[in-house]
């Protein structure tokens, strides 16, 4: 993992002095609400619905023991004893005091986290995919590149107030776990002819109001090319997004507005100029963030106990099928810890369930642990002989539920029990569709399926990319659900298509029934996913599903 | 023609907790609804917006929020939302319902 310097440590400290300050200045009434609000959000403190809430950037995703427990215990003191991973590879804490903040952010230092560029118009915390340094189909681990960019991306002083916010998400595999096309940028390791690593640059994705699949801008960038041409890509945006109209200004608007072509021309004459400015990243640093990111000591032991409890234990075998993924050395295996459990809320962990993740980690997992942007957990490397243990220990914290991948992994986004953005609420829906279908006992029948969810437009719960995507409105002074077909997140990704007229609170659970139903009697046979399927049949006999002949909305009953 | 006008309360979050408060008859902050002031017509209301929002060091981003009044004369929220900032998250038992 990367370790802070000297200069990060003064750095973030210094920030939390002056945000304490600035806490105190709002108390004490120097401070007015209109002068604080800026400074409380460029410090990751949100005003919600029912409370503050501070959202901490876990970057890349990874964290250590360490680091787990130091969230365990913020959720402990000064929360109610939870914490809610989420779609950004963040944490955020529901329900701290104002006057507390500047304590938690502290702690949050001691372990080298912080909360700065979690909101405002800047770039945000860079996610990348969740099996970095572990997966067996990895081209290169992308944490050094997503390392890289944090450092550039930190306080950069040209960069804190673009036209909006600014995400960047890299991967490091053809298979993409990191939503790379829905972000602004994405940056997809590659090799060219000659087999040297570079990357694939994608811009002018995202999701929100007008959802787009990002374009490619570079087939293959050297990697020395990185920082002057992210730099190039910034200069672009910020002298020419839109920022008379926040809902167009992000930079998907500008690829989508000046074109492919023209945009490109811009960003490779600024690549021109930035590149002959560029001194390059100094050899010792790109060394120092390599050697923070050395693949641990593997041993290459082999044992019968993964086989043999898979064997002896049915329940144990179909965890492995669904939440160990196979990892770059055979002896290891990539465990997901599913944060849904059944009726549960997607991507809450409890304090005292962090800390079975911080102990699990440390004594079988190299000390890593990662968050995925599909809000559960990873313990990276485990070696198979002790999944098993792993397995049991995670029984007890209730964190053993086999359904990575399934129908119950439902991203849902806060909505509206939390956020005051949202127009309708988004967990208990999730809840719904997880209990109904747990009591149909139909999950495993179903197979690989992502359901979405979002509280508003917004879109935090990715619903537009899910192959089932639901958005909460407000109709009329009612929770409305409206239903989006065959998206996908992934390197085939795609923005799904709106069904027709959206559903009541009460009549949404049928309405998925109805769309999985008619899913089993369409699909060709087991191995048909339903993404496949909706690919194939298309929209038509889905519809007429939840609609009905006429096009009435019919209740499955 | 105009809609009627429905009676209106001011509702905020708290500064220090960030918890739901309605304004009172006496310019305090509750965090129960039954005891805001209703404000029964528009002039009435934008005068208690205005009472509520010179107390900036109490509460954060004040507003008018549509009400009914229940049979026991006490306002009750309107709107899905101003039900659930009444009751906390609905999600599991915790936040205001489990305080109360
Ligand atoms: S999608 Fe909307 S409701 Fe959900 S978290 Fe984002 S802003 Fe809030």
């Given amino acids: 993992m990367y370790r802070y310097n000297d200069f990060d440590e003064a750095f973030v400290r210094n920030r939390v002095a002056e945000f304490r300050e600035q806490v105190r200045r709002r108390i004490d009434g120097s401070l007015t609400e209109d002068e604080f609000k800026p400074l409380r959000l460029k410090n990751g403190l949100y005003l919600q619905l029912h409370a503050y809430m501070l959202r901490v950037a876990i970057p890349y995703g990874t964290l250590n023991s360490r680091q787990m427990r130091q969230l365990a215990l913020i959720a402990e003191r000064f929360d109610k004893g939870y914490g809610h991973f989420t779609t950004r590879q963040n944490i955020q804490f529901n329900w701290p005091r104002l006057k507390d903040v500047p304590d938690i952010l502290e702690l949050l230092a001691d372990v080298e986290m912080h909360s700065i560029q979690t909101s405002g118009n800047c770039i945000r915390n860079v996610t990348a995919d969740h099996f970095a340094g572990a997966a067996a189909d990895e081209i290169e681990d992308p944490r050094p590149t997503a390392e890289l960019v944090r450092q550039w991306s930190t306080d950069h002083p040209e960069f804190q107030y673009l036209p909006r916010k600014f995400k960047i998400a890299v991967s490091g595999s053809p298979n993409d776990r990191a939503v790379t096309k829905a972000n602004d940028i994405g940056l997809r390791m590659v090799r060219n002819e000659a087999g040297e690593p570079g990357y694939e640059v994608i811009v002018g994705g995202g999701l929100g109001r007008t959802p787009m699949i990002g374009k490619t801008v570079r087939e293959f960038l050297p990697k020395d090319d990185l920082l002057p041409y992210l730099e190039a890509i910034l200069q672009v945006y910020n002298l020419s997004g839109r920022r008379d109209n926040k809902y167009k200004a992000r930079i998907k608007i500008l690829v989508h507005e000046t074109g492919l072509d023209e945009l490109k021309a811009r960003i490779e004459d600024a690549f021109e100029r930035q590149k002959r400015a560029f001194p390059g990243v100094p050899a010792d640093l790109i060394r120092q963030i390599e050697e923070a990111f050395a693949p641990p000591e593997f041993e290459n032991t082999q044992s019968l106990a993964y086989e043999q409890a898979q064997a002896d234990n049915p329940a144990f075998r179909s965890f492995v099928e669904t939440n160990v993924a196979e990892h770059r050395n055979p002896a290891y295996g990539i465990v997901t810890v599913s944060l849904k459990p059944i009726g549960g809320t997607p991507g809450d962990a409890t304090a005292e369930q962090m800390r079975v993740l911080a102990d699990l980690a440390e004594r079988y997992g190299h000390d890593e642990l990662r968050v995925s942007h599909e809000q559960n957990i990873i313990l990276p490397h485990v070696r198979k002989a002790d999944v098993p243990t792993v397995y049991a220990a995670l029984g007890e914290a209730g964190l053993a539920t086999a359904n990575i991948g399934l129908l119950s992994d439902i991203i849902a986004c806060p909505g509206m029990d939390y956020c005051s953005l949202a127009t309708a609420r988004s967990i208990p829906v999730a809840q719904a569709i997880s209990k109904r279908f747990d009591e149909l006992n139909l999950e495993r029948e179903i197979g690989p399926l992502k359901i979405k969810i979002s509280g508003c437009i917004n879109a935090c719960g990715h619903h537009h990319v899910g192959h089932i995507g639901i958005l909460g409105l407000d109709k009329a002074g009612r929770e409305n659900y409206q239903i989006t077909l065959g998206g996908d997140g992934t390197e085939s990704a795609t923005i799904g298509e709106r069904t027709g007229p959206g559903f009541d609170a009460e009549d949404i659970v049928p309405a998925i029934e109805a769309i999985i139903e008619a899913y089993l009697a369409l699909r060709e046979d087991a191995s048909e996913t339903f993404l496949e399927a909706y690919r194939r049949l298309g929209a038509e006999p889905f519809k007429q599903a939840i609609y009905g002949e006429n096009g009435d909305k019919a209740r499955a009953a | ?100």
């Fill in chain 2, 1 to 100: 023609m105009a809609r009627e006008y429905k009676p209106r309360i001011v509702t905020a979050n708290d500064l220090i907790e960030g918890d739901v408060v309605y304004f009172t008859a006496s310019h305090n902050w509750s965090r129960d609804i039954g005891e805001a002031v209703v404000a029964w017509s528009r002039e009435a209301a934008e005068q208690l917006l205005a009472a509520a929002q010179a107390q900036e060091n109490r509460v954060v981003g004040p507003y008018l929020a549509e009400t009914d009044i229940g049979e026991d004369n006490r306002p009750q929220p309107v709107h899905f939302r101003e039900v659930f900032r009444t009751r906390g998250p609905s999600n599991y038992f915790h936040g205001k319902q489990a305080e109360t």
